[in-house]
């Protein structure tokens, strides 16, 4: 079973960029058996269609515009996406459920898992997240372990773990900074 986690997201707007450091996270903490592929999907919209078509289960690490409290973490399937109706309040959210309607239409889509925290701040321009955030993303981590053991997937925690603070650190790094 081919297997992807896609963080999704704005690293340019606090909060919003969330999901790209989750999976930063994931990807540098913790070891996959079998392997999977964690994929740093940024503001891809409908291009991401291609790895709904070439995998067969895809976990999206997202911010959920939802009215609950900033930290809620949410596990949700992608049809119970979908029903939400009309909660998509940032571009990359209407692009992804968009992008999951259509792919429904497919021959062949992937099972869609859509672990996403509810932001507190997606309008500040600055590359860090808020404290909340911070304080909730060991949540996060936890729901995309969970999902990922639901698919027959070993998570094991690497002996040395680098923090949120260190990932987002890498990301201000001039030296990372395209001209």
């Given at each position: 079973?081919?297997?992807?986690v896609i963080?999704?997201?704005n690293i340019?707007?606090m909060?919003?960029g969330?999901?790209v450091?989750?999976?930063r996270?994931?990807?540098?903490?913790?070891?996959f058996e079998p392997?999977?592929?964690?994929?740093?999907?940024?503001?891809?919209?409908f291009k991401?269609?291609?790895?709904?078509e070439?995998?067969?289960?895809v976990?999206?690490l997202?911010?959920?515009s939802?009215?609950?409290?900033?930290?809620?973490?949410?596990?949700?399937p992608?049809d119970a996406?979908m029903g939400?109706?009309?909660?998509?309040k940032?571009v990359h959210?209407?692009e992804v459920?968009?992008?999951?309607?259509v792919c429904?239409?497919?021959d062949?889509?992937?099972?869609?898992?859509?672990?996403?925290i509810?932001?507190?701040?997606?309008?500040?321009v600055?590359?860090?997240l808020?404290?909340a955030?911070?304080?909730?993303l060991?949540?996060?981590?936890?729901q995309t372990t969970?999902?990922?053991?639901?698919?027959g997937?070993k998570?094991?925690?690497?002996?040395s773990q680098?923090?949120i603070d260190?990932i987002i650190?890498?990301?201000?790094?001039?030296a990372?900074?395209?001209?």
């Amino acid at each position: 079973m081919k297997i992807a986690v896609i963080g999704v997201g704005n690293i340019l707007f606090m909060d919003e960029g969330v999901g790209v450091y989750a999976s930063r996270m994931l990807e540098e903490n913790y070891r996959f058996e079998p392997e999977i592929e964690i994929i740093d999907g940024g503001t891809l919209g409908f291009k991401l269609m291609d790895y709904f078509e070439a995998y067969d289960k895809v976990v999206i690490l997202d911010t959920l515009s939802i009215d609950d409290a900033p930290g809620s973490v949410y596990n949700l399937p992608s049809d119970a996406l979908m029903g939400l109706g009309d909660y998509r309040k940032t571009v990359h959210e209407v692009e992804v459920v968009g992008m999951l309607e259509v792919c429904s239409m497919l021959d062949k889509m992937a099972e869609v898992n859509i672990v996403g925290i509810i932001p507190q701040d997606i309008r500040s321009v600055e590359i860090n997240l808020t404290d909340a955030l911070k304080k909730a993303l060991p949540g996060l981590i936890k729901q995309t372990t969970v999902a990922l053991a639901d698919a027959g997937i070993k998570v094991t925690p690497r002996s040395s773990q680098r923090n949120i603070d260190e990932i987002i650190a890498g990301y201000n790094d001039p030296a990372r900074r395209l001209l």
